[in-house]
């Protein structure tokens, strides 16, 4: 029933709000945006989302922790967890592996030695930018907001007089159980808060300077007794309230120092709580009104929390005078523009970055900039970074294809020599690993001499690693043709043909080859395998699932080596409708299945697309529209799989338009059908998009823009930007 309440409250909550003096828009009879986003969609199994506040692609996230390890609380959260152990500034939304959680605190009206506290679900209430909450034991309503840089906290205690407030430097969102993640510390108490600067390492190595400021002063402070293996203090201030019940903090937090934690923290001077948290409605229903469909209620609460989650990361890294501590400890400025960090490239490449190039194409420059800072820092271009430190996670080298798609789409506010000498450096030196044990590792020189990761020597995912080098070869090759380099693209668009080596004539699928060329044997196609778990040629992946890779960039050869346009439906077919899905892999992305097709991993997101390149192209589009039907609800357990910094949504937004970057360094798009008759995209300097699907039926027959057709197959992003209709007409098949 809350559920239910929740959602007719919140566009009623949102009207009130909305008729504030001060805010800038009017009343509407139609919803704005962010009336139909629920943040608690994904925080119930395996969708790993978070319901605390943020400002599109901010540096903060305030909300609640519910516990500070393992992998169902990589956000901290998980919506059916019975107690909130406080309130952390910093989260990932949706990954696998849990980092951050910086600066925990948790208000309480009585001095207690045990400060974790049940709440009053009906209590919970999440909106964009707001979160708020009733803790039973500490008698107190905390309410959260935020701005880029800065976290809002509002305490009401149930009575008036001395309260307190647990701040916990130890606590952290961490897998680690062999070390604390604490390496040094150093903070101290003002007046009316708390400053300092810890270094801390967990999934990465990183920085975190804080400074928390109350609005009323400190009387009293304990540092409470250290636990087994605490290495950063737990303060407990107290505060006199007087006849009052209200107590605010504001929380800056910075990669370099104090004084940058104190100048993130005061961005927001001049406003209260509640003008943070308008200011924040405000950018979120300006950035999210950029799309409107025409949808149900239910499709829209799932259409725009997609779109919501999506634009929560990339992060913001950089400090208000552009300062951020680079991956190696060093202090950069940003010579203009914003730097951001939590780039889980390896799953945001590709979906999510291609749809940042549709529809925030002011940031898609900073983005680039920002590979490219840490490529000059380190040598070669990051893999997953998260609070500017690099995690070296997962495999290949998923930010080439971001750099190359970016600049087939006409972005040049980078420098594209520059661009192209990062790209190269990155497709032929040897990578160094990051933490012991790394083996996922562009090995070069090991590649060069085989023409592929001999399963033998590579260490471990040879054959994954093997297609999607292909995959950042092919960025490579395309980065340099678009900058006239025709011998280096010659070169690398030789070399991202090296999946064919791995082709088995026999199955007609991906398959390990040792360094003498012989096959792996025996040969498992349906088991899928993990460093982590159980090591073999496949990242979280398995034959079958892993065979589509190359379409990411060579769908044309893909279809050739699966027998042609008939052999590769029959594939697909049997892929799809004749193997068993496979049971207790969850931990390994196995879960929302269609026979072989796992929605809940990366790898497999773009292969139902590919019947476009079928003569049943109806089958994908029918496979688009049951995934998005059965994987995605408006409820807290509507997301089936991790999220992954905005992948799995980015997945969802695309599908509702129609199209799809199958092969995201092309600056193209494969075309479906739109799953809403109706849409428009308003993208500030660009005139508008009208989507539309007239007809009935499952198959594409025809797709124009403004009267001029348009290949399915290959969709031109430089033309969707100039506006106009794009005329989706549908049909029977044959």
Same mark, same amino acid.
């Given at each position: 029933?809350?559920?239910?309440?929740?959602?007719?409250?919140?566009?009623?909550?949102?009207?009130?709000?909305?008729?504030?003096?001060?805010?800038?828009?009017?009343?509407?009879?139609?919803?704005?945006?962010?009336?139909?986003?629920?943040?608690?969609?994904?925080?119930?199994?395996?969708?790993?989302?978070?319901?605390?506040?943020?400002?599109?692609?901010?540096?903060?996230?305030?909300?609640?922790?519910?516990?500070?390890?393992?992998?169902?609380?990589?956000?901290?959260?998980?919506?059916?967890?019975?107690?909130?152990?406080?309130?952390?500034?910093?989260?990932?939304?949706?990954?696998?592996?849990?980092?951050?959680?910086?600066?925990?605190?948790?208000?309480?009206?009585?001095?207690?030695?045990?400060?974790?506290?049940?709440?009053?679900?009906?209590?919970?209430?999440?909106?964009?930018?707001?979160?708020?909450?009733?803790?039973?034991?500490?008698?107190?309503?905390?309410?959260?907001?935020?701005?880029?840089?800065?976290?809002?906290?509002?305490?009401?205690?149930?009575?008036?007089?001395?309260? @307190?407030?647990?701040?916990?430097?130890?606590?952290?969102?961490?897998?680690?159980?062999?070390?604390?993640?604490?390496?040094?510390?150093?903070?101290?108490?003002?007046?009316?808060?708390?400053?300092?600067?810890?270094?801390?390492?967990?999934?990465?190595?990183?920085?975190?300077?804080?400074?928390?400021?109350?609005?009323?002063?400190?009387?009293?402070?304990?540092?409470?007794?250290?636990?087994?293996?605490?290495?950063?203090?737990?303060?407990?201030?107290?505060?006199?309230?007087?006849?009052?019940?209200?107590?605010?903090?504001?929380?800056?937090?910075?990669?370099?120092?104090?004084?940058?934690?104190?100048?993130?923290?005061?961005?927001?001077?001049?406003?209260?709580?509640?003008?943070?948290?308008?200011?924040?409605?405000?950018?979120?229903?300006?950035?999210?009104?950029?799309?409107?469909?025409?949808?149900?209620?239910?499709?829209?609460?799932?259409?725009?929390?997609?779109?919501?989650?999506?634009?929560?990361?990339?992060?913001?890294?950089?400090?208000?005078?552009?300062?951020?501590?680079?991956?190696?400890?060093?202090?950069?400025?940003?010579?203009?523009?914003?730097?951001?960090?939590?780039?889980?490239?390896?799953?945001?490449?590709?979906?999510?970055?291609?749809? @940042?190039?549709?529809?925030?194409?002011?940031?898609?420059?900073?983005?680039?900039?920002?590979?490219?800072?840490?490529?000059?820092?380190?040598?070669?271009?990051?893999?997953?970074?998260?609070?500017?430190?690099?995690?070296?996670?997962?495999?290949?080298?998923?930010?080439?294809?971001?750099?190359?798609?970016?600049?087939?789409?006409?972005?040049?506010?980078?420098?594209?020599?520059?661009?192209?000498?990062?790209?190269?450096?990155?497709?032929?030196?040897?990578?160094?690993?990051?933490?012991?044990?790394?083996?996922?590792?562009?090995?070069?020189?090991?590649?060069?001499?085989?023409?592929?990761?001999?399963?033998?020597?590579?260490?471990?995912?040879?054959?994954?690693?093997?297609?999607?080098?292909?995959?950042?070869?092919?960025?490579?090759?395309?980065?340099?043709?678009?900058?006239?380099?025709?011998?280096?693209?010659?070169?690398?668009?030789?070399?991202?043909?090296?999946?064919?080596?791995?082709?088995?004539?026999?199955?007609?699928?991906?398959?390990?080859?040792?360094?003498?060329?012989?096959?792996?044997?025996?040969?498992?196609?349906?088991?899928?395998?993990?460093?982590?778990?159980?090591?073999?040629?496949?990242?979280?992946?398995?034959?079958?699932?892993?065979?589509?890779?190359?379409?990411?960039?060579?769908?044309?050869?893909?279809?050739?080596?699966?027998?042609?346009?008939?052999?590769?439906?029959?594939?697909?077919?049997?892929?799809?409708?004749?193997?068993?899905?496979?049971?207790?892999?969850? @931990?390994?992305?196995?879960?929302?299945?269609?026979?072989?097709?796992?929605?809940?991993?990366?790898?497999?997101?773009?292969?139902?697309?590919?019947?476009?390149?079928?003569?049943?192209?109806?089958?994908?589009?029918?496979?688009?529209?049951?995934?998005?039907?059965?994987?995605?609800?408006?409820?807290?357990?509507?997301?089936?799989?991790?999220?992954?910094?905005?992948?799995?949504?980015?997945?969802?937004?695309?599908?509702?338009?129609?199209?799809?970057?199958?092969?995201?360094?092309?600056?193209?798009?494969?075309?479906?059908?739109?799953?809403?008759?109706?849409?428009?995209?308003?993208?500030?300097?660009?005139?508008?998009?009208?989507?539309?699907?007239?007809?009935?039926?499952?198959?594409?027959?025809?797709?124009?823009?403004?009267?001029?057709?348009?290949?399915?197959?290959?969709?031109?992003?430089?033309?969707?930007?100039?506006?106009?209709?794009?005329?989706?007409?549908?049909?029977?098949?044959?």
């Amino acid at each position: 029933m809350r559920r239910v309440f929740v959602n007719l409250l919140v566009p009623f909550v949102l009207g009130l709000l909305m008729a504030v003096p001060g805010h800038t828009s009017s009343l509407r009879a139609e919803p704005r945006p962010t009336a139909y986003v629920d943040p608690f969609i994904g925080t119930d199994g395996t969708g790993h989302t978070f319901p605390g506040p943020g400002m599109p692609f901010g540096m903060v996230q305030p909300g609640p922790d519910n516990a500070d390890s393992g992998w169902a609380f990589t956000s901290g959260y998980q919506y059916r967890a019975p107690l909130i152990l406080g309130f952390s500034q910093t989260r990932a939304s949706g990954t696998g592996i849990p980092e951050l959680g910086d600066v925990l605190l948790q208000p309480s009206q009585t001095r207690r030695t045990e400060f974790a506290s049940p709440y009053d679900k009906a209590s919970e209430v999440a909106t964009p930018g707001y979160y708020a909450v009733y803790l039973g034991d500490n008698q107190v309503r905390v309410e959260l907001t935020a701005g880029v840089r800065t976290a809002l906290h509002r305490y009401t205690f149930d009575a008036p007089g001395r309260v @307190y407030v647990l701040v916990d430097l130890q606590h952290g969102l961490t897998f680690r159980t062999d070390a604390q993640p604490v390496l040094a510390e150093r903070s101290g108490l003002t007046a009316d808060g708390v400053e300092g600067v810890m270094r801390r390492s967990n999934w990465t190595s990183r920085t975190v300077a804080f400074s928390v400021r109350f609005d009323h002063p400190v009387v009293e402070s304990t540092t409470l007794p250290p636990r087994p293996g605490d290495a950063a203090p737990r303060y407990l201030l107290a505060f006199d309230l007087g006849a009052g019940r209200e107590l605010n903090a504001r929380v800056g937090l910075s990669t370099v120092d104090v004084e940058g934690a104190r100048a993130n923290r005061d961005a927001v001077s001049g406003r209260d709580f509640d003008g943070v948290r308008r200011g924040a409605v405000a950018a979120w229903d300006d950035l999210l009104g950029r799309i409107e469909i025409a949808a149900d209620n239910t499709r829209k609460r799932i259409f725009y929390t997609a779109l919501y989650h999506a634009f929560l990361h990339p992060s913001t890294i950089s400090d208000v005078d552009g300062r951020w501590r680079g991956p190696h400890g060093e202090v950069l400025r940003a010579d203009g523009g914003d730097r951001y960090s939590t780039l889980s490239l390896w799953d945001t490449f590709r979906a999510a970055h291609p749809l @940042y190039t549709l529809l925030v194409p002011e940031r898609v420059d900073d983005f680039v900039l920002s590979l490219l800072d840490h490529a000059d820092a380190t040598g070669r271009l990051p893999k997953w970074p998260i609070w500017g430190g690099e995690t070296g996670t997962m495999i290949g080298e998923p930010a080439l294809p971001v750099i190359a798609d970016a600049w087939a789409k006409g972005f040049r506010g980078f420098d594209g020599e520059r661009a192209l000498a990062a790209m190269i450096r990155t497709s032929t030196v040897d990578a160094i690993p990051v933490f012991p044990g790394d083996h996922a590792l562009s090995t070069w020189s090991l590649f060069d001499r085989f023409g592929y990761y001999p399963f033998d020597l590579a260490g471990g995912e040879a054959v994954s690693r093997t297609l999607e080098a292909g995959i950042g070869d092919d960025a490579t090759a395309r980065m340099a043709a678009g900058l006239a380099r025709s011998d280096l693209a010659g070169r690398f668009s030789s070399r991202a043909g090296a999946w064919r080596s791995l082709v088995d004539p026999e199955t007609r699928l991906a398959r390990g080859r040792d360094s003498t060329g012989g096959w792996r044997e025996p040969f498992d196609p349906l088991t899928p395998t993990s460093p982590l778990n159980n090591p073999g040629d496949y990242t979280e992946a398995n034959a079958w699932q892993y065979s589509w890779t190359s379409a990411l960039h060579d769908p044309d050869g893909l279809v050739e080596a699966m027998g042609g346009p008939t052999g590769f439906r029959t594939m697909l077919d049997r892929f799809f409708f004749e193997l068993p899905s496979l049971e207790g892999w969850t @931990y390994l992305g196995q879960e929302a299945m269609i026979g072989q097709y796992a929605h809940g991993n990366e790898p497999s997101h773009h292969i139902a697309w590919l019947y476009a390149h079928t003569d049943a192209p109806e089958r994908g589009h029918q496979l688009v529209a049951r995934i998005a039907r059965d994987f995605y609800r408006d409820t807290p357990d509507g997301i089936i799989g991790n999220e992954d910094a905005g992948q799995l949504s980015a997945w969802y937004v695309f599908a509702t338009l129609g199209f799809y970057p199958v092969t995201p360094a092309s600056g193209t798009y494969v075309a479906g059908l739109p799953l809403v008759d109706h849409a428009v995209l308003r993208v500030p300097g660009r005139a508008p998009l009208t989507i539309r699907r007239t007809g009935a039926g499952d198959r594409l027959l025809n797709l124009t823009l403004d009267g001029r057709p348009q290949a399915p197959t290959s969709l031109p992003h430089s033309h969707l930007v100039q506006g106009g209709t794009l005329l989706f007409e549908a049909g029977r098949e044959p």
